[in-house]
T-cell receptor, first 111, second 113 residues
Framework: QQPVQSPQAVILREGEDAVINCSSS?????VHWYRQKHGEAPIFLMI???GGEQKGHDKISASFNEKKQQSSLYLTASQLSYSGTYFC????????????WGAGTKLIIKP | DGGITQSPKYLFRKEGQNVTLSCEQN?????MYWYRQDPGQGLRLIYY???????QKGDIAEGYSVSREKKESFPLTVTSAQKNPTAFYLC????????????FGDGTRLSIL
């Protein structure tokens, strides 16, 4: 079952913060986050493993709430380069190493 | 420099024609994947392969075929049975284990003439 991402789209001014959520109805083993610019390949951002860990680099971080089967991606002090569509991919115990992808969240950063 | 190479970047298909999209990787990954992406949509899995000479159907395999004769290569054929082939096609690879990121090629954009 496809994870649900919210919001579908968000428009920010440069320097503002954003939170993107990814929720699943299945028990998850991990959550992967990617960013895709229009017409380009998705770029890997980070993996969150069950255990509720939080990871991050630069001003992009994420958390994984195993109890709620939900992951959140945090973008702080957004930069123009953060624009793109963010996808979560979820891996569950029965997914046989496959990722099930959310529909994406489009992020537009304005100067 | 390791990576995934997809070719061609743009492809046009005439009605009734089969076309083949190339995907080559030099990352020594066991697993390879083909996804279809329609405008404003997420990634839908067409086929995947976890080992040479073996592959499985994904969610939307009808009208497509693949082969995996070499570890490095996973070509996708869009057959004439696929009536709506216009889309962006992405190939990816990963290590065959949990918690491994997928690495993507730059994609092939297929259109109907």
């Amino acid at each position: 079952q496809q994870p649900v991402q919210s919001p579908q789209a968000v428009i920010l001014r440069e320097g503002e913060d954003a939170v993107i959520n990814c929720s699943s109805s299945k028990a998850l083993y991990s959550v992967h986050w990617y960013r895709q610019k229009h017409g380009e390949a998705p770029i890997f951002l980070m993996i969150l493993l069950k255990g509720g860990e939080q990871k991050g680099h630069d001003k992009i971080s994420a958390s994984f709430n195993e109890k709620k089967q939900q992951s959140s991606l945090y973008l702080t002090a957004s930069q123009l380069s953060y624009s793109g569509t963010y996808f979560c991919g979820t891996e569950s115990m029965d997914s046989n190493y496959q990722l099930i992808w959310g529909a994406g969240t489009k992020l537009i950063i304005k100067p | 420099d390791g990576g995934i190479t997809q070719s061609p970047k743009y492809l046009f298909r005439k009605e009734g024609q089969n076309v083949t999209l190339s995907c080559e990787q030099n990352l020594n990954h066991d697993a390879m994947y083909w996804y279809r992406q329609d405008p404003g949509q997420g990634l839908r899995l067409i086929y995947y392969s976890q080992i040479v000479n073996d592959f499985q159907k994904g969610d939307i395999a009808e009208g497509y075929s693949v082969s995996r004769e070499k570890k490095e290569s996973f070509p996708l054929t869009v057959t004439s049975a696929q009536k709506n082939p216009t889309a962006f096609y992405l190939c990816a690879s990963s290590n065959r284990a949990s918690n491994q990121p997928q690495h993507f090629g730059d994609g092939t954009r297929l259109s109907i003439l």
